[in-house]
């Protein structure tokens, strides 16, 4: 028994550790292939400024590039996702969440596959949307294959698309830390060392194949003394205010182009096109929209390098073409958007902010940062990860507190008034919402019908009380079901209702029309709230014409309740 | 593919053997040839000269003339538009050379004229990345660097490219040479740009407006320069407290005539000369010849003893040591060197080339005041 024990967790450490390190490479080598790809892409249809500036001899070319490229990159997203994708959208993190906290099937590999291809054509012909999510989903689509492997350990699935997302946020910020802590604050949503420890070689692989094997350069690289005045800290919390109602503004620009879209454009696969068309015409007049924006990322950093309305425009056109981008059906994610309209927003603070309160201030780049992480953390729901990118990229103690503030202000804000995160939101859209922890989230996403039982006493509308009372004693049941001749459930007759009745009286007359009743779709949750106060045996459960299909006895809803909660616990709690 | 290399060892061997006899017979033949070489001048040109002009004359009788060139694709086109130009061969910046063969003012250059190096080691494994280009054979490494009088500043010395656009801490008049070459790198660089994404942003209106207005706060202490001695001799005289200029030169002028000028290497800017043949020129042939002559390694090697430019080649580096007059030893004056490299900045030769036109209307604008 002991050497069986001892081999068994060795095996677990082996397994465990290896699938950690296959999908966090294969995680991190398609990352740097993806960034590599839409880089490629970018150059060779002038949508970056360098490949811009080649061009310049040519200004009706680059005019027509920036119109059209982005136009058709829409057309091709559009009809890949419409034909090739079976969830008729991009996938991206909240597909990640919901694959690895239920056991709902995910996505296919083609859908998968179709859905990055769209990405990297969004992304490479300047639509304005992030690249993370996409490259969250490519690693979780990695860790879902590994997860899918016959190899006997205990929560395969959840632990290896946190391996993959792990390693490719790792990779993508060169941020080992950061991806380490994204798998577990928005994909898992609980530190179990169980699932650390895997998830820790998978950021430290995706980490040695970007910076060891490909040296791969920084996201941005910025230079920072130090925070020169103790009462900035107050500016820092303020910024981070003003960005949790910057992120609420994006929110709603994003539900409200997704409504338009469905509203007014009645044919799904050319609502990219129609986005791409208008993001060309404003890039004419404004270039720095188009694609990730790193040049303008750059330049919030540098004094001077904007006027204060100019910046303005720029804020608000990004905001406006990132909200029509992604609700008009473009793949990509939001984290980047968020990224470059923070920086931006932070930049613009920093210069008004010596007009509203003349007191000297440490200059433009740690509130340029500062109001970058706010904005993102809000948006995506991750403060650690923020907190840490930061950390992880400047390696400044100053500027990462200096950040920490700003971002825990912003999320004190944004969680009470728009929710945790837009993944969140997503995800509750879709029935799963986690707004109120895992607990209910999955309690709220596994349905009774599960739980099912056939085991009860039927009665026809034709029967008598005499009829019913005998087969309820012969069942040894206080309960019977009352049909018709087509299944429909009528009623419920309760012993203690016929006890006394005339045993010729129809079966019908007894029957309560009002009871608890379960559907199909009814949630462990759902069924929980729906018993408050119910006293019978069991509940019924009907189809949507009525049909019953059988009953969930009281005991089996605690049985449910019990089972998942256990479940969730263990995993929580348990060690590698 | 596989025949033709297989082949080329064989061919280095037939050029090894060929060669000493070409040039013998050249110098009976073809006596009072003049090749004409359009080349920089200063201590730049003496070096060419006493390392590969001299030695070729003394091996073939071919008198190898010069004329002054200043860099830039303007000039040559400007001779061949003349229409009767005696240029043969010009010794150019690699991206000007790059846009000059776009253009189609040079001629092909066969790589198969190259020799390999006294090991064995054939051509395109021995020369640097990129060296062997149908128009070109790049030569030598320099850089260009920011000096500055050691007796402008006797306290604080100046040591990054910051300071040199800090007049408060550093007063005195800059010297900066005439061209759209540089001066918006390191106007980035003092805005604490990183190097990587000089290129990038400087590919965007906002970069140059950027770099506009950061040299516009110097804009009143330039003194302009246009031939590579003079930012030497604006410094030694006196009249500038830095300069901008090639490194080469201010190590001769503190090296060999004992001059006060400390070389700044922070943001060094690092760029390539190539040999290139003026298109239409009778004696392209001949160019040839001495292209072969002037890159083989022991001749790289003999003018890196003459002035601290770095050799293209591999094997010629390997040869590099003590100064042949001085006895200063070189290497820690290369702008390769691994302590200059951390901040230096490797020009983006297809961004130059691409860009001639823009850089030049966006100084143009600059020097009327924008």
């Not at chain 1, 029509?324 to 603070?349: E, K, T």
Request: with cysteine; aromatic share 10%.
């Amino acid at each position: 028994m002991e050497r069986k024990g001892i081999a068994q967790t060795v095996y677990q450490i082996i397994a465990v550790t290896l699938v950690a390190i296959v999908v966090g490479g294969a995680a991190s080598l398609a990352a740097i292939g993806f960034v590599e790809a839409v880089h490629f892409l970018n150059e060779r249809l002038l949508i970056s400024p360098y490949a811009r500036v080649l061009a310049e001899d040519r200004p009706m070319l680059v005019a027509s590039a920036t119109l059209l490229v982005p136009a058709a990159g829409g057309l091709v997203v559009g009809l890949v996702v419409h034909f090739l994708v079976r969830e008729k959208r991009g996938l991206a993190p909240p597909d990640a969440i919901l694959a690895a906290q239920t056991s709902a099937p995910a996505p296919g590999l083609l859908s998968g596959l179709a859905s990055t291809f769209a990405a990297l054509v969004s992304l490479g012909s300047g639509a304005s949307v992030g690249q993370y999510g996409p490259l969250v989903y490519l690693g979780a689509m990695f860790g879902n294959m590994v997860g899918r492997l016959r190899l006997n350990l205990r929560y395969q699935r959840s632990i290896a698309i946190a391996c993959g997302v792990a390693a490719a946020i790792s990779t993508a910020f060169n941020a080992p830390i950061a991806g380490l802590v994204f798998a577990h604050e928005v994909i898992l949503r609980h530190y179990s060392l169980r699932a650390f420890a895997p998830v820790t070689v998978a950021a430290a692989t995706g980490y040695i194949i970007a910076n060891v094997i490909f040296d791969r350069p920084a996201l941005f690289l910025v230079s920072f003394d130090r925070v020169e005045h103790s009462y900035e800290f107050v500016f820092f919390a303020l910024e981070g205010v003003l960005c949790a109602g910057l992120a609420w503004v994006f929110m709603r620009l994003l539900r409200l182009s997704t409504n338009t879209a469905r509203r007014y454009i009645g044919l799904p696969w050319a609502r990219p096109a129609i986005a791409g068309l208008l993001l060309g015409l404003v890039a004419l007049w404004i270039p720095e929209v188009l694609g990730i924006g790193q040049e303008t990322l750059r330049f919030a950093t540098i004094e001077g390098a904007f006027g204060i309305g100019e910046l303005g425009l720029i804020i608000v056109a990004k905001l406006v073409l990132t909200a029509l981008c992604v609700g008009f059906g473009f793949v990509g994610g939001v984290f980047s958007p968020a990224l470059l309209i923070g920086i931006l927003f932070g930049a613009f603070y920093g210069m008004v902010l010596p007009y509203i309160a003349p007191v000297p201030h440490s200059g433009l780049v740690v509130y340029a940062i500062c109001g970058m992480m706010a904005l993102a953390s809000s948006v995506i729901g991750a403060p650690l990860t923020t907190i840490l990118i930061v950390f992880e990229l400047t390696r400044s103690y100053d500027l990462t507190i200096a950040a920490m503030v700003s971002v825990v202000f912003a999320n004190l804000i944004s969680y009470r008034v728009i929710g945790r995160s837009l993944f969140d939101l997503q995800l509750r859209a879709r029935g799963f919402d986690l707004s109120l922890g895992r607990d209910k989230a999955i309690l709220g996403n596994r349905r009774i019908r599960d739980y099912l039982s056939t085991e009860y006493t039927a009665a026809s509308e034709m029967d008598t009380v005499g009829d019913v009372r005998q087969r309820l004693v012969n069942d040894n049941r206080a309960e019977a079901m009352v049909l018709d001749h087509q299944g429909i459930l009528l009623g419920v007759i309760r012993l203690q209702g016929i006890v006394n009745r005339p045993a010729g009286t129809p079966a019908m007359a007894a029957a309560i029309g009002l009871f608890t009743r379960f559907e199909e779709a009814t949630s462990v949750w759902q069924s929980m709230e729906l018993l408050r106060g119910f006293l019978g045996e069991a509940v019924p459960l009907v189809s949507a014409e009525g049909k019953l299909l059988g009953v969930v006895p009281e005991e089996a809803v605690i049985r449910a309740y019990l089972e998942i909660v256990h479940d969730l616990r263990e995993e929580e709690n348990e060690a590698a | 593919m596989k025949p033709l290399s297989a082949r080329v060892p064989a061919l280095w061997m037939l050029g090894i053997l060929v060669f000493p006899g070409l040039l013998s017979a050249g110098n009976e033949e073809q006596a009072r040839e003049v090749l004409t070489v359009a080349t920089w001048g200063g201590s730049y040109e003496n070096s060419q000269r006493r390392a590969y002009f001299e030695p070729f004359t003394r091996a073939t009788g071919v008198e190898i003339e010069t004329v002054h060139y200043d860099g830039g694709v303007k000039a040559l086109r400007e001779q061949l538009a003349s229409g009767d130009t005696d240029w043969d061969l010009v010794d150019m910046i690699q991206s000007d050379a790059s846009a000059a063969c776009e253009e189609g003012l040079l001629e092909n250059i066969d790589p198969g004229i190259l020799l390999p190096a006294p090991d064995g080691t054939p051509p395109h494994e021995d020369f640097m990345e990129g060296a062997i280009h149908r128009c070109f054979i790049t030569q030598i490494v320099f850089s260009t660097v920011i000096a500055f009088d050691d007796r402008a500043f006797p306290g604080v010395k100046p040591d990054s490219v910051e300071d040199f656009f800090n007049l408060e801490d550093f007063p005195g008049k800059r010297a900066l040479r005439k061209s759209p070459v540089g001066l918006f790198e390191w106007a980035l660089l003092s805005l604490s740009v990183p190097r990587e994404q000089l290129y990038d942003l400087l590919s965007t209106r906002r970069g140059l407006e950027l770099a506009s207005r950061q040299l516009n706060g110097i804009r009143d202490a330039i003194i302009w320069w246009t031939r590579g001695d003079e930012s030497v001799e604006l410094l030694t005289n006196g009249e500038a407290a830095m300069a901008t200029g090639y490194n080469g030169r201010f190590f001769h002028a503190r090296a060999m005539e004992g001059a006060p000028i400390s070389v700044i290497w922070d943001g060094q800017l690092i760029g390539f000369n190539s040999w290139t043949i003026v298109r239409g020129t009778d004696q392209a042939e001949l160019a040839e010849k001495f292209i072969a002559f002037a890159t083989r390694s022991e001749n790289m090697a003999a003018q890196a003893n003459l002035i601290s430019y770095g050799p293209a080649r591999k094997s010629a580096f390997k040869r590099v040591g003590l100064h042949t007059d001085a006895g200063v030893p070189m290497r820690p004056y290369m702008p390769t060197a691994p302590s200059h490299m951390a901040t230096a900045v490797v020009r983006d030769h297809h961004w130059y080339s691409q860009t001639v036109e823009l850089r030049e209307q966006w100084f143009k604008a600059w020097l009327q005041g924008e």
